[in-house]
């Protein structure tokens, strides 16, 4: 089956700890995504990326750092400069960059950190 | 700039009942539209897209129009159920330099039996 996953689906970190959330896909998408999400909130984007090797910030990129060395994967660090970490983190993935296509989403991890 | 208006939550529905939740939208350009669910403690899920005025979009008996004249993309059931309890998030899609998708800030909706 096709799809994204998202590794773990509970993280739980001491503050001054950075973290690293893992993302996969085996849709053959270019383009991937990572959001946060906060109670009762939206989703705000952190960072994305087009195409490998490349990648561009978001509106909420300060403490957060991402690589996507390979088309399938593109994981997400959350350092020890996130003022705010404690959230749940969605990945997402598209065919292409063009509008007519949807996201396709992970099934999220939530991150606690005290 | 672009941006997404919903509804304010809670919403909450007897079984059967018929179910609205509004939408409208500001964009510089032409977008598509994208109405997502996400079912407590998962991601989210796509429900149905229009990418053209005028266009209809549905699934699962849910079903939402591609509104140009007025911005709006108001998503709609005829008889809800239980299992349809969730959050839903109306988005819109730019080709802008970066692509961004924007999302709304989400509608919870709770049906009672």
């Known amino acids: 089956d096709g799809g994204i996953t998202q590794s773990p689906k509970y993280l739980f970190r001491k503050e001054g700890q950075n973290v690293t959330l893992s993302c996969e896909q085996n849709?053959?998408?270019?383009?991937m995504y990572w959001y946060r999400q906060d109670p009762g909130q939206g989703l705000r984007l952190i960072y994305y990326s087009q195409i490998v090797n490349d990648f561009q910030k978001g509106d909420i990129a300060e403490g957060y750092s991402v690589s996507r060395e390979k088309k399938e994967s593109f994981p997400l660090t959350v350092t020890s400069a996130q003022k705010n970490p404690t959230a749940f983190y969605l990945c997402a993935s598209s065919i292409t960059s063009y509008s007519n296509y949807e996201q396709y989403f992970g099934p999220g991890t939530r991150l606690t950190v005290t | 700039g672009d941006s997404v208006t919903q509804m304010e939550g809670p919403v909450t529905l007897s079984e059967e009942a018929f179910l609205t939740i509004n939408c409208t939208y500001t964009a510089t350009g032409y977008p598509s539209l994208f109405w997502y669910v996400q079912y407590p403690g998962e991601g989210l899920q796509l429900l149905l897209k229009a990418t053209k005025a005028d266009d209809k979009g549905s699934n699962k008996g849910f079903e939402a129009t591609y509104r140009k004249e007025t911005t709006s993309f108001h998503l709609e059931k005829g008889s809800v159920q239980v299992s349809d309890s969730a959050v839903y998030f109306c988005a819109l899609r730019m080709k802008t330099s970066y692509d961004k998708v924007i999302f709304g800030p989400g509608t919870s909706l709770s049906v009672i039996p």
């Open positions: 849709l053959n998408h270019d383009a």
